[in-house]
């Protein structure tokens, strides 16, 4: 059986795009996958911001990692893929701030103590948060940025969306990147893209 894992960032919203696809095109396959965690603050790391944005970008990426990086320490690499759901929908469908009581929320609907909130603001969890990038980076075997696809140990950075596809389409583009991803000589596919991605409720 293919085993795919997708290594993202919480708050990239081409991720989201990227994890909706996927997990709905390989539920449909019949085809397991695994979120995983990296961090475009550490990809980023001693590089100025090009504006407020991506710097708010970088400073949200360095709290939230913290927070699902204790989160996979005391319950698994599980609770990844729940809290993300529940993080996610509040910084790319509802476009929230993510306050205290909007993380505690988060945390409650996927079971988790109250008391892991205090981590997006503690440097201890910083390290592991690295070693998940770093994890990242290796399965792909260069430097790049959120989503990275790895199926069955080939990982390939993206696949990049700007909307997420109708049903038949996305089980139709899981298929290709299954085909391509078993073709050892293949290496990269590109075209030119803007965002941010279209977002559908």
């Not at 696809?21 to 090009?50: C, F, Y």
């Not at 306050?99 to 205090?118: V, W």
């Given at each position: 059986m293919t085993d795919i894992d997708l290594y993202l960032?919480?708050?990239?919203?081409?991720?989201?795009?990227?994890?909706?696809?996927?997990?709905?095109?390989?539920?449909?396959?019949?085809?397991?996958?695994?979120?995983?965690?990296?961090?475009?603050?550490?990809?980023?790391?001693?590089?100025?911001?090009?504006?407020a944005e991506q710097q708010h970008m970088m400073e949200r990426s360095t709290r939230l990692g913290r927070l699902f990086a204790a989160a996979v320490a005391e319950h698994g690499p599980g609770a990844f893929a729940g809290l993300y759901d529940?993080?996610?929908?509040?910084?790319?469908?509802?476009?929230?701030?993510?306050?205290?009581?909007?993380?505690?929320?988060?945390?409650?609907?996927?079971?988790?103590?109250?008391?892991?909130?205090?981590?997006?603001?503690?440097?201890?969890?910083?390290?592991?948060?690295r070693r998940a990038h770093q994890a990242s980076q290796d399965a792909l075997g260069d430097e790049a940025g959120s989503p990275i696809i790895a199926v069955d140990g080939r990982a390939f950075s993206g696949p990049v969306l700007t909307r997420a596809p109708n049903a038949h389409d996305g089980v139709r583009l899981l298929e290709a990147v299954l085909t391509v991803a078993g073709v050892p000589e293949f290496a990269a596919l590109q075209r030119p893209y803007q965002g941010p991605p279209t977002i559908d409720g």
């Open positions: 960032d919480p708050v990239c919203p081409f991720s989201w795009v990227t994890a909706r696809w996927l997990r709905d095109a390989a539920r449909s396959a019949h085809t397991p996958v695994a979120l995983r965690q990296m961090s475009l603050a550490v990809l980023n790391e001693g590089q100025d911001a090009e504006n529940s993080i996610g929908g509040r910084i790319h469908v509802r476009r929230d701030e993510l306050d205290a009581s909007a993380i505690r929320d988060a945390l409650a609907e996927n079971g988790l103590e109250e008391r892991l909130a205090e981590t997006l603001d503690d440097g201890d969890f910083d390290e592991a948060v």
